[in-house]
């Protein structure tokens, strides 16, 4: 798969010649695509829709959140030890995001308690990104 996209220092132009386009929709992430025409978030795996792509992907996706011991084992006898290596549940919180029709897992963020969900962690220009297709420019 060559999904890889980059963007140049010097002209601040993103290069677009090793997207993947699938479909009429541009690969952004290994699990997401955007399909241009229709602005949505589609899920790679099973193509559903996803939303809007000028808002958050993730609030179409099923959230779990995780117990960190059953992620990452405690490596020494939690019977025993208050600290088992094993990521401290009032330290950290595993949140895994799925794909509601497929559930392919799609995402995975490991928060503090009381951090809010990174909802907007990919906003892209989707006008810039549609002028630039449309444009053949690569
Ligand atoms: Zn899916």
Same mark, same amino acid.
Not at 11 to 34: F, H, P, Q, R, W
């Given at each position: 798969?060559?999904?890889?996209?980059?963007?140049?220092? &010097?002209?601040?132009?993103?290069?677009?010649?090793?997207?993947? $386009?699938?479909?009429? #929709?541009? /690969?952004? @992430?290994?699990?997401?695509?955007?399909?241009?025409?229709?602005?949505?978030?589609?899920?790679?795996?099973?193509?559903?829709?996803?939303?809007?792509?000028?808002?958050?992907?993730?609030?179409?996706?099923?959230?779990? &959140?995780?117990?960190?011991?059953?992620?990452?084992?405690?490596? $020494?006898?939690?019977? #025993?030890? /208050?600290? @088992?290596?094993?990521?401290?549940?009032?330290?950290?919180?595993?949140?895994?995001?799925?794909?509601?029709?497929?559930?392919?897992?799609?995402?995975?963020?490991?928060?503090?308690?009381?951090?809010?969900?990174?909802?907007?962690?990919?906003?892209?220009?989707?006008?810039?990104?549609?002028?630039?297709?449309?444009?053949?420019?690569?």
């Amino acid at each position: 798969m060559s999904g890889k996209k980059a963007m140049s220092a &010097e002209n601040g132009k993103m290069d677009l010649s090793g997207v993947t $386009i699938e479909d009429g #929709k541009v /690969a952004i @992430t290994e699990y997401l695509s955007i399909d241009l025409d229709k602005e949505t978030w589609h899920c790679r795996r099973c193509d559903q829709n996803l939303g809007s792509a000028r808002g958050p992907y993730k609030e179409a996706l099923v959230v779990y &959140e995780r117990e960190p011991s059953e992620i990452h084992d405690p490596v $020494i006898d939690p019977e #025993k030890y /208050a600290f @088992t290596y094993a990521p401290d549940p009032d330290w950290c919180r595993i949140i895994e995001y799925y794909c509601p029709q497929c559930a392919t897992q799609v995402e995975v963020e490991y928060l503090p308690p009381g951090h809010p969900l990174t909802l907007n962690d990919l906003v892209l220009d989707i006008d810039s990104l549609k002028a630039r297709h449309a444009g053949g420019e690569a």
